[in-house]
């Protein structure tokens, strides 16, 4: 019998925020000073208990490890790094002085305030960057590596959290971001000399890992999970072969080095897509399971080897999509991949990822149609599918005969529903032809634009939304629980645009946007008025930290019954002389925010809803709309992990947003916006859309893109961020006016906006107001120059 043995089923990781957002109310209530670190960690600890009674109601055994725990107070990667004692120089006086790193000494890391800090930042010190979670709408905390950051075992969190499991009788099986991923998530710190990564430091990484598993073992755990997504990703700046060598060495480290007495069975997966090579290196280690994704990634063909002895976790249910698994199938795929390995080798059944991208309950949505409703899972029916699939896999498919045929009748009623396909929605894109994707050359549209137009240089502009005060959500809940009429509902939105229209106008910005107060969310209110999207009541998926997100079930065939936001648009209009910038979320974007259909290509859909749009740019159009901007924020988060899959998706995304936008006149201006990227790896997309003006985030990182987008010639209009909206401080107008001298060095003044980095819905309008003051001063000073200098 295996030393090591795992359970027949498991899930990799289960959403913490809470079925009601209890997490985000607690610690947001913690922030303002509603509550204090107590209330919030007695939540956590409720939330926790919650889970694992949860997990074994639905099938889960407590007896063997297959409950994770897998919880954060924030984000996963903050707590490793946190674990590690990994905290940037500026942080250092959070630190506590106990002596951690002593042997025999169990250290309590950092308390909720401290944390808080790491992640949100104070007056004066900046927090850990943001950025996106491998090809998800999860965002993580960038740790800050450098020669002299110190690692040590610092934080005993995960070791606590296993002992409660024990002591109300689960046995969890805690759940780390591996050392390879948390090293190659880094950034440099600042300090780095030239040529340093953070996986330079592996070696004094490892024995911090090593004394966390210690504990672990010595608190209960028989197994850990290390997560290692990095491994399917060619996007992470260092050659694969490197990051295989760093993974021998982790993982002789973590197990072959370790008596087997001093440490937990070790769990090693590969989440998010195809493992490739990396399975190699994972079967020849001593690690003693291995997670594979075989919703995005292939079935081993044959025997692997190094295998024998080991368990492979199988990732069949999908962790990161909402849609009921066909059961029968998969269990084939699981009977394949069992004979594939053979018999020496254990096959346990998992999720593909951690859950954590999914809503809790499908029950929990009284307002969802009944028939989609069969066809869906969220993360409880996950974990019902992951216990039926290990029982059918072990006693034989006869066992679960009930489960298979309601997976199978689910699913073919979803072939044949109505609105699944509209042959209307078909027809019209089978018309098309390469036309619908040009519009004139750039200088002849930007002649006729200028001339109706007419706007100053370095023209200023916001990114669409302004603060979405507390008074507009009440407004909106009020009118969802039926306590506001329509009527009185839209009568404060507009009274709403009236205020923010006069503020731009007090504040001299000369393209005006409406605000978006009407908007619940950039992608969610567009799926509402939607054909073939259904939308969640308490659906929520955590994106960062407390801020959660609702995305809609896109499952049918997309078209658009009437306008969206034309009333809205030309309402501002009405109130301004100055041209109002109309406001759309593009075709990209909402896929990438979405629970996307499974039963076609992504690129057709993507051409289905930008069909819609286009029809709505087209109203806009008509309605006397000039600027109209199609947000498409997520491209590069969409970017395919491995680069062998890049021109395609680049292909088709490019083709959806030119066709939502090219059947405008020429004196139509379509703007777009980009924010969240490394837009290096998108810059010959963002050429490819082909928008007349593009704004793109840039205050954080002192305009570099210019820089890029000066080396490639790049033609059009361009917007870089001069003010980062992440951030509650102010930016000065002096700052802001040295961002923009410095622009004018680098790209044509005749092609530079001035404009924000991304919306303004998270800021208050204490903060919004000096700001755009400062941005609209800057603009007229540099401008001035620019005056000087014709
Ligand atoms: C730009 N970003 C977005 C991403 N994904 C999206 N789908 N949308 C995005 O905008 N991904 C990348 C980034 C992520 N950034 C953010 C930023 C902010 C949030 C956020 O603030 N989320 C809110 C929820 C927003 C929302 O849906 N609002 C609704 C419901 C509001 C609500 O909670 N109402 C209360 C009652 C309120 C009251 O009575 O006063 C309730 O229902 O209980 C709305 O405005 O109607 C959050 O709460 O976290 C997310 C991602
Ligand atoms: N128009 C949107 C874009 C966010 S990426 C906004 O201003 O919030
Ligand atoms: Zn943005």
Known sequence: MSACPFPAATVLGYPRIGPRRELKKAIEAFWSGRADAGDVERTGAALRTRTRTRLAELGLPTDAPAIPSSFSFYDQVLDAAVTVGALPERFAHLAPADGAGDPGQSPTGLDLAAYSVLARGTEGLAPLEMTKWFDTNYHYLVPEIGPATPLRYADDRVVREVAEGLAEGVATRPVVVGPVTLLLLSKTSADAPDGFHPLDRLDDLLPVYARLLRELAAAGATWVQLDEPALVSDLLDVPAGQVHRALERALAALTTDLPADQRPCVLVTAPYGDVGDALGVLAASDVDAIGLDLVRGAVPAGPVAGLAG???????????????????????????????????????????????????????????????????????????????????????????ADHLTAASVAHGTRRTADGVVRPQVRDRLASLTGDALRRSDYPVRRAAQEARLDLPPLPTTTIGSFPQTAEIRAARAAHARGALSTADYEDAMRAEIRRVVALQEDIGLDVVVHGEAERNDMVQYFAEQLTGFAATVNGWVQSYGSRCVRPPILWGDVSRPAPMTVGWSTYAAS????????????????????????????????????????????????????????????????????????????????????????????????????????????????????????????????????????????????????????????????????????????????????????????????????????????????????????
């Open 310 to 400: 080991k368990t492979v976790v199988a990732g069949v249910v999908d962790g990161h999509n909402v849609w009921r698994t066909d059961l029968a199938a998969a269990l084939d795929r699981l009977t394949g991949l069992r004979e594939a390995l053979g018999p020496d080798v254990a096959v346990t059944v998992s999720t593909s990822t951690s859950l954590l991208h999914v809503p809790h309950d499908v029950d929990d949505e009284p307002d969802l149609d009944p028939t989609l409703r069969t066809w869906l899972a969220f993360a409880d029916q996950k974990v019902r599918e992951v216990v039926a699939l290990a029982r059918g896999l072990t006693e034989g498919p006869d066992a679960v």
């Open 575 to 790: 109130l301004t002389t100055k041209p109002v910038k109309g406001m759309l979320t593009g075709p990209v974007t909402i896929l990438a925010w979405s629970f996307v259909r499974d039963d076609q290509p992504l690129a057709d859909t993507a051409r289905q809803v930008a069909l819609a749009l286009r029809d709505e740019i087209g109203d806009l159009e008509a309605a006397g709309i000039a600027v109209i901007q199609v947000d498409e924020p997520a491209l590069r988060e969409l970017l395919p992990l491995r680069t062998v899959d890049h021109p395609a998706y680049l292909d088709w995304s490019v083709t959806a947003f030119r066709l939502a936008t090219s059947g405008v006149r020429d004196e139509t201006q379509v703007h777009t916006h980009l924010c969240y990227s490394e837009f290096g790896q998108v810059i010959g997309a963002i050429d490819g859309l082909d928008a007349d003006v593009t704004s793109v985030e840039a205050a954080r990182s002192r305009m570099e893109i210019l820089v890029d987008l000066a080396d490639q010639g790049y033609p059009r209009g361009i917007g870089p961020g001069v003010y980062d909206i992440h951030s509650p401080r102010v930016p000065s107008e002096d700052e802001i006016t040295s961002l923009l001298t410095e622009a004018v060095r680098s790209v044509d003044p005749t092609l530079l906006w001035v404009n924000p980095d991304c919306g303004l819905k998270t800021r208050r309008y204490e903060e919004v107001d000096p700001a755009l003051r400062h941005l609209v001063g800057a603009a007229r000073t540099v401008r001035a120059t620019l005056a000087t200098r014709v």
